[in-house]
C-alpha cells in the first residue's frame, strides 16, 4: 500500500495490467448476481434521477416499468445502490450486440444528461471505501474480468493508466499526477 495525498492505494493499482475487452466479457459488471446494483454515493442519488428521463429511451421496456415501479436507486444514506432486476441486471442496463452497457453513459455521450454513471461504475474494478477515517482505493479481482487481465498484459496498460479519466474525475487532476509519477517511479526502483 501507498498514500497519495489523502488517499491509500493498493499496490496492484500500480502493478495488475487491464483493459477492458467488452467483447470477451459481454459487460458482466453491470450484470453481477447478488441482488443490488452499483453502489451510489449519496451525491449522486439527485443526479441519477434527473438522468432518468434521458436513459429511458435507451432502456428495454422491463427496465423502464422496474424504474417506475422500484425507483432508479434503492438503499438509505450512506448504503444507496441502483436497482437490480431478477437481482442481477442493473436497472439501466440495455443489450448492444448481446453486450451490456449504462444507457446513462449513453445519453451522456450523446450530449442528453450531464452525468456520466455512478464513480463506482467508472472506477471499477477500483473499489473506494472509507477504512479508519481514510479514503482506500482497493482493486477487486473477479474472475468475469480475466478477459481485461489478458488484453491488459498484451496492450501493456496498467490499471491506474486505464482508469486515468475515472481517477481524474473521482480525485481530482493533482490527485492523479501524483498517482501516475509515484508509480513511475516506483517501476523505475524495481527494474
Do not use: W
Amino acid at each position: 500500500m501507498f498514500t497519495i495525498i489523502n488517499a491509500v492505494a493498493d499496490n496492484a493499482i500500480g502493478s495488475v495490467q487491464f483493459s477492458c475487452d467488452l467483447k470477451a466479457c459481454r459487460g458482466a459488471c453491470c450484470t453481477m448476481p447478488g441482488g443490488r446494483g452499483a453502489p451510489v454515493l449519496d451525491s449522486e442519488v439527485e443526479l441519477i434521477e434527473q438522468s432518468v428521463a434521458a436513459a429511458l429511451p435507451y432502456l428495454p421496456p422491463e427496465h423502464a416499468i422496474a424504474i417506475a415501479t422500484f425507483g432508479a436507486v434503492e438503499g438509505e444514506p450512506g448504503d444507496y445502490a441502483t436497482t437490480c432486476l431478477d437481482e442481477r441486471d442493473c436497472v439501466f442496463v440495455y443489450r448492444e450486440e448481446g453486450i451490456a452497457k449504462c444507457a446513462i453513459e449513453r445519453a451522456y455521450f450523446n450530449g442528453e444528461t450531464s452525468f456520466r454513471k455512478p464513480i463506482s461504475c467508472h472506477l471499477f474494478p477500483i473499489r473506494v471505501e472509507e477504512l479508519f477515517g481514510a479514503t482506500y482505493l482497493r482493486y477487486e479481482k473477479i474472475s468475469e474480468c480475466r478477459p481485461a487481465l489478458l488484453l491488459g498484459r498484451k496492450q501493456g496498460v496498467p490499471l491506474y493508466r486505464f482508469l486515468e479519466d475515472a481517477l481524474t474525475r473521482a480525485f481530482g487532476p493533482e490527485f492523479y499526477a501524483q498517482l501516475a509519477e509515484h508509480l513511475a517511479t516506483q517501476k523505475k526502483k524495481g527494474e
